[in-house]
Every structure is written in C-alpha cells, then in structure tokens.
C-alpha cells in the first residue's frame, strides 16, 4: 500500500493498531514516550522516531491514540511536536477519546499547516484493537475520509462517518457515559450479591441472559468475579471520559446525573490505588467481603 504513516502513542489500543498496520504491509513509523514499548513492532520492520515530529516529517497519514486531551495536546504541539514537521495534504487522524473543545482547536491547528483533521476515536478495547476488529467513528471531511480509509479499514472491521468535525468524539464520549454508567451499577449489584447470601453463580445467569444482559456485563462481570483486573480498559481512563461527557453534554443543556455518581464510584477507586487496573476493579472498595 502506498501510504507512509506514523502512529503516535503505543499502549493498550496503539500497539494493537500499529501491529496490524504492519501486518496490511504499510510502511509504519512509531512514536512512543517509552521507547521499550516499541520495540515488538521495530523488530516487525516499523521505524521508531525518538520524537512526534521526527514521525510526521515524511508522512501522508499520522494516527494519535493517547490518553487525554493533555497528552494529546503534548505530541501535536508540544516540544517537537507533530504539526511542526507534517506537510500540505497530509491527513491527521486523533483516535484518542478526547473532548470536542480540544478536536476542534485541533483541527484549527491543523488547517494552518495545510493538513486535515479526522476525529476517529474507537469503539473496542485492547483485543479488539490487537484482531482489527475496531469501529472507527469518524468526524471530518469526505475527501479526508476517503485519504485514509484503506489505512483504517487495516485497523477495523467497521468505519461510521458520523458527520463534520467533532462529531466522532462526541459519539465516543456518549459511547463511553454508557458504558460507564453500566459498569459502575454493576460493581454496586455484584456487591449486592455477593453481601446478600445469593447464590453468585445463579445471579449472574439470570442478570447476564435476562433484560439487563448485555456483552459489556457478561465480559466485566467475569472480570469482577475472579478479579482479574490485566488492563482492557484503564479504570482512570473510565473516569476521565465521564468528566469530559458531562461537561460536553453540558454545552446541550442536559446534565448527566447518573454520569455524576458513576464519576464518583470511578474516583473512589482511584483514591483506593486501582486506577491502573482494568475499569472493572471499580467494584473493590465496594466488597464487603475482601
């Protein structure tokens, strides 16, 4: 394929996408804060820049998958970063789940050097990013879309052009208040249970077939059970896109009281130490019986 891209950012979902990117043979360059963290790919034939604008310089297409607005922020216009090097026409696609204030700005940003701003956060986690089997969902121009959809369709298996700019995080983090809303209310359910003398076992098929059924409950609910906790959704990273969809949903009108006490259940986890675990440890400080 005659594209030259750059990923920027190597954790839990990047070094899946970077990993299949190779795999559809496209001429890869990465970029990671931790350089170990590159390594694996290095020696799958990917190029590592020591810096974001090293990545970008010579590339047509450049992917970021950060944690936040701040890191995503650093390695677009930071010291040596991205937009300092990329070329007229090259196509940006942010993947981060970031707030539209900040796409926006970015996309701002990016028309002053010529380039083209996708907003493409994605729906599934870190197996999903490491089979290809992600769901793009793509704000911007068609024309830009079209640039890169042979890049992302080596990363998915679906890609919903939702609308112009912004509109991609702005379904994400709705995407992500649900989600979260779910996965809290059944840290506090399964605590229920396991403090009420029911059968666990019994409970969870009734709940995971019956009306609140859902993939999300089956595959946490199991997280929760045996507490295994190995990261597909950092916990902090949980808590972090429920404040950025209040604060969106807020800019509508509508204020997202369940997304409120979601948050707090979410920070209390992290004020316990679990912040680093799988969004699923949300249940610990919860547990009547440790």
Not at 39 to 68: H, R, W, Y
Not at 190 to 199: K, N, Q, R, V
């Amino acid at each position: 394929m005659d594209k030259n891209v750059a990923i920027l950012g190597l954790g839990t979902m990047g070094s899946g996408m970077a990993a299949n990117l190779l795999k559809a043979g496209i001429s890869l360059t990465v970029y990671n804060r931790t350089p170990a963290k590159a390594q694996t790919l290095v020696n799958g034939g990917a190029s590592f820049a020591a810096a974001p604008a090293e990545a970008a310089k010579d590339a047509s297409i450049v992917i970021a998958m950060l944690a936040d607005d701040t890191a995503s922020r650093a390695v677009w216009t930071g010291k040596d970063g991205a937009l300092g090097t990329v070329r007229p026409g090259t196509v940006l696609i942010e993947s981060s789940t970031a707030s539209p204030a900040w796409i926006r700005e970015l996309a701002g940003l990016a028309a002053q050097h010529g380039a083209e701003l996708l907003d493409a956060p994605v729906t599934g986690s870190r197996v999903q990013a490491a089979t290809g089997q992600l769901t793009f969902l793509v704000g911007g121009s068609e024309t830009a879309l079209q640039a890169a959809t042979p890049v992302l369709k080596a990363m998915s298996k679906e890609i919903v052009h939702l609308g112009p700019t912004g509109s991609g995080a702005k379904m994400k983090l709705i995407n992500n208040f649900l989600c979260g809303v779910q996965v809290a209310s059944l840290a506090e359910g399964l605590a229920w249970i396991e403090g009420s003398g029911l059968d666990l076992r019994k409970a969870l098929s009734i709940l995971n077939n019956g009306a609140p059924g859902s993939p999300l409950l089956a595959a946490i609910s199991d997280r929760m059970v045996h507490r295994n906790y190995a990261v597909n959704f950092l916990l902090k990273l949980m808590a972090k896109d429920i404040g950025y969809a209040q604060a969106e949903a807020a800019t509508c009108n509508v204020n997202l009281t369940t997304a409120e006490v979601s948050e707090a259940l979410f920070e209390r986890a992290i004020a316990g130490g679990y912040g680093d675990q799988d969004m699923a440890a949300v249940i610990e400080p919860l547990r009547t019986c440790k």
